[in-house]
């Protein structure tokens, strides 16, 4: 039974001198199905698609780290001195910063407010602007993460499509050539393999960079969190100093 299993080893591996396959770029493209060409341009599409994500993202965290250790150094002396009006300006001159905007808010809400109103409503209204403000700022850096998390989740899929494809084709290379040697499969194999390589090259750095990009997400509500319960503290204390005179 093994002498047997072993000829038919060989005589699959024959190869049949019918068709050469290249193995570099221009002749793989040259051989690949019209339906495997597809599957590439969408995994290419949604390769260009994942890195715009990052660039963007990057950019953007960068910038609003950046702006948010100069505003909270400049903004900590104007509210020290009770100068709402200047730490409002501050905030506007950095508008990348989340902190700034969460801080903008809940500044606009304090001081627009009626002297007419109570202490305690005073502080819970601006409560509920800062919590409007985190949503909106948090929903505006977690802008086109879901991209890359279906990116992530479906390029392994698009790739397995043209896998079965490819597997189909060297199929078809074995019912056309009447032959069983590897040159009937080749294209086919070669096909399958393109495709399943490039779905996970795609998929793999999205993965990474939707899950680096949101924990700097969830750092940044973290920030802004803290700040807008120092704020919050801030508001109680100068209510608190200016009953008192």
Same mark, same amino acid.
Request: aromatic content about 8%; proline content about 2%.
């Given at each position: 039974?093994?002498? #047997? =299993? ?14 050469? *396959?290249? &193995? ?24 260009? &698609?994942?890195?715009? *994500? ?36 501050? @905030?506007?001159? #950095? ?17 627009? @407010? ?7 409503? /005073? ?9 409007? @403000?985190?949503? *909106? ?7 086109? =993460? ?8 479906? @390029?392994?899929?698009?790739? /397995?499509?043209?896998?079965?494809? +490819?597997? *189909? %084709?060297?199929?078809? +290379? ?6 069983? +040697? /590897? ?9 399958? =393999? ?13 993965? &990474?960079?939707? #899950?680096?990009?949101? %924990? ?30």
């Amino acid at each position: 039974m093994l002498v #047997n =299993l072993a000829l038919s080893g060989l005589l699959l591996l024959q190869e049949e001198p019918t068709a050469y *396959i290249g &193995w570099n770029p221009v002749q793989i493209y040259k051989q690949m199905s019209a339906v495997a060409l597809v599957v590439v341009v969408i995994l290419l599409f949604m390769s260009i &698609w994942s890195i715009g *994500i990052m660039i963007d993202r990057a950019i953007t965290y960068s910038a609003a780290r950046k702006q948010s250790r100069i505003f909270v150094q400049q903004v900590a002396g104007a509210l020290r001195d009770g100068k709402l009006d200047e730490a409002i300006s501050i @905030a506007e001159r #950095n508008k990348k910063s989340h902190i700034a905007k969460v801080v903008a808010t809940g500044l606009s809400e304090f001081q627009s @407010a009626s002297t007419q109103v109570t202490d305690a409503e /005073l502080i819970e209204a601006s409560k509920r602007g800062l919590d409007r @403000a985190v949503a *909106i700022v948090h929903a505006e850096m977690k802008r086109m =993460l879901n991209g890359l998390a279906t990116i992530g989740s479906t @390029a392994p899929f698009v790739g /397995l499509f043209g896998t079965v494809v +490819g597997i *189909i %084709n060297a199929f078809k +290379g074995i019912a056309t050539q009447k032959a069983t +040697g /590897l040159s009937a499969v080749a294209g086919g194999i070669a096909e399958a =393999l393109i495709t399943t390589a490039l779905g996970l090259f795609v998929a793999v750095p999205a993965v &990474w960079a939707f #899950n680096y990009f949101t %924990n700097k997400v969830e750092a940044f509500d973290v920030e802004m969190d803290n700040s807008s319960m120092e704020l919050v503290n801030y508001f109680v204390t100068r209510r608190s100093a200016n009953a008192k005179r």
